[in-house]
């Protein structure tokens, strides 16, 4: 299962995908890699294009499995409500759409 952790920045990225790869707008404002930079690491790693849309796609909702196990989890209701908040923010993020 892929997982977006709570603690820490977006995806573990701290330094970034690669110094080798221009970074989208988004990136360059915000901090935060969006779905292009991804795209744009995956093509520098030699993926194909097809391949490369399914991969990103996973991660641009939130599964309906994992919803189910966070509402069946052991954390209390607030905590389970932050965690759906903070998730779901790091995928609007990632789906922004770069300039």
Same mark, same amino acid.
């Given at each position: 299962?892929?997982?977006? @952790?709570? =603690?820490?920045?977006? +995806?573990?990225?701290?330094? &970034? *995908?690669?110094?080798?790869?221009?970074?989208?707008? !988004?990136?360059?404002?915000?901090?935060?890699?969006? @779905?292009? =930079?991804?795209?744009? +690491?995956?093509?520098?790693? &030699? *993926?194909?294009?097809?391949?490369?849309?399914?991969? !990103?796609?996973?991660?641009?909702?939130?599964?309906?499995?994992?919803?189910?196990?966070?509402?069946?989890?052991?954390?209390?209701?607030?905590?389970?409500?932050?965690?759906?908040?903070?998730?779901?923010?790091?995928?609007?993020?990632?789906?922004?759409?770069?300039?």
């Amino acid at each position: 299962m892929k997982c977006l @952790h709570v =603690d820490g920045d977006d +995806f573990g990225l701290d330094g &970034g *995908l690669s110094p080798h790869i221009e970074k989208s707008d !988004v990136m360059e404002r915000t901090g935060h890699p969006c @779905h292009i =930079d991804f795209e744009r +690491f995956a093509e520098r790693i &030699g *993926l194909r294009k097809p391949r490369i849309q399914r991969i !990103v796609a996973k991660y641009m909702l939130l599964p309906p499995q994992a919803q189910l196990l966070i509402g069946h989890s052991y954390l209390n209701d607030k905590m389970k409500r932050n965690y759906l908040r903070i998730v779901n923010e790091r995928i609007s993020r990632f789906v922004r759409v770069s300039e």
